[in-house]
């Protein structure tokens, strides 16, 4: 299967979202100046964030009287008070030298939640070397705890919501670059399909540039090749391009150095160098030099050392939560499984694993015994399901089957795969073997982690999306994990379990 060929559903006209959109947002505010009030709304919002949650923690601390917390403080509110309106500068302060105000750190995923973490326990760090050196101000450690949790717990919160005003305002106009991909080949269609599916990215490609494919040519979708290379100058200022992303496989070395000598310098213009293994790598790449020469490094698993560490930690710490929570709700369900149909209560399903080791996934059996012979009644839906994989209306499935999939109950004997690391339970798709033929070249991208109980694919629709958009949101998790990363997909299943939506 080749995902860059076939066309998305989404409209790829960058051209024809300018014309009907940016001139409206630009009549109104220009691009810098809507990324000044941004920055400026992140600094207010951040203050505010810094305030409550110094005062939160004194209330918590001191007026709430709670008796675990020892009174090691010799000082009164008064100087809390005026610590409160020194730390704010500092912490403002922290964050820009830390990169948080600058629009190449933000909106770009979860890495921004991230710096804020680092900036708030350096902060800390600072403030208890502070300590030290004055001895005579002992700080409650019970405030000091509860402001450093409280303060990455709210300025994340507020970045979090600006976040999604300025997401919805891209669909208004706002906060767009338009871009241009260099190379109308594979490489290039795939990157272009990448940047079209995610909408919130902020770039908006109005078509590509190559000197191989005739000017006018619909490439992917409705997006054309505009012109050639030696054509780029003029395209950047007929279409106030602030991005050009260069497919590496489609331009030659000689290309791509006039390139980078004639636009690499100017100002308001990002030049993008694509990795030229955007389809078969997502493992991650290190640049290291070698003899004072630069070479690319491709890693051969995804999650090494400290990040494998933390994986580890999310995926223990979180199973063994939950199971202990859904451990009554389990035995209900196998109960119910019994009651309904005859047969076993766990379905046990052959699936790929790390490195391509093979595997039994964990599921209640949610239909009936004999839904092979079921199934040849139906031969539409044979097709259906050998081109999707999933059945809507699946004729197999019982009756307590059919509730326990709306909410995915029944993957919870899949918290068993997990502690057997099998699992994680945040990852790409569980696929059976015979699914790796339709990822094609991208199927050796999931053999380098463990698929998950939940992943993007869970909280982006379910089975409601196309199986092309599946692999994508799949090779961009595996592309981008982050501890951050799998902590937001967690916080963001359940509220798509409860609302189902795509579940069948």
Known sequence: MNISSKPDRRDYSGVRYFNHYMPQAMARISPAWQWRVYIGALVVTDVLMILMAFRVAYTIRFNLEFSFFYADSLVGQQFYQTLTLVLVPLWIVLFSFSGLYRRQNLLGGVREYATVFRAVTFGFLLVVIAGFLAPEFILARGWMLLSWGLLFVLISFGRFCLRRVVYLLRYRGYF????????????????????????????????????????????????????????????????????????????????????????????????????????????????????????????????????????LLIDYGFALAAMLVAAPVMLVLALLVRLDSPGPIVYRRRVMGLNGRQFDAFKFRTMVTNGDELLEQYPELQQELAETHKLKDDPRVTRIGRFIRKYSLDELPQLINVFKRDMSLVGPRMISPPEMEMYGQWGMNLLTVRPGITGLWQVSGRSDLSYDERVRLDMHYIRNWSFWLDLQILFQTLPAVIRSRGAY
């Not at 399909?193 to 619909?218: C, N, R, Y």
């Not at 090749?225 to 489609?250: N, P």
């Not at 030229?276 to 698993?301: R, S």
Request: net charge negative; glycine share 10%; no cysteine.
């Open 176 to 311: 767009l670059s338009p871009a241009l991909i260099v190379g109308a080949n594979e490489e290039g269609r795939s990157l272009a399909a990448q940047l079209a599916v995610w909408q919130t990215s902020g770039l908006q490609v109005f078509g590509f540039v190559d000197d191989h494919a005739p000017i006018g040519e619909k490439v992917l979708g409705s997006l054309p090749t505009l012109g050639r290379i030696d054509q780029l100058e003029q395209l950047i200022d007929e279409f106030s391009i602030g991005e050009v992303v260069i497919a590496t496989s489609a331009v030659n070395r000689d290309q791509m150095v006039a390139v980078f000598k004639q636009f690499g310098l100017i100002r308001g213009l990002n030049l993008r160098l694509s990795s030229g293994l955007f389809e078969l790598v997502t493992t991650g790449l290190q640049v290291k030099e070698l003899a004072y020469v630069p070479l690319v490094q491709v890693n051969t698993v995804r999650l090494t050392g400290v990040n494998r560490t933390l994986k």
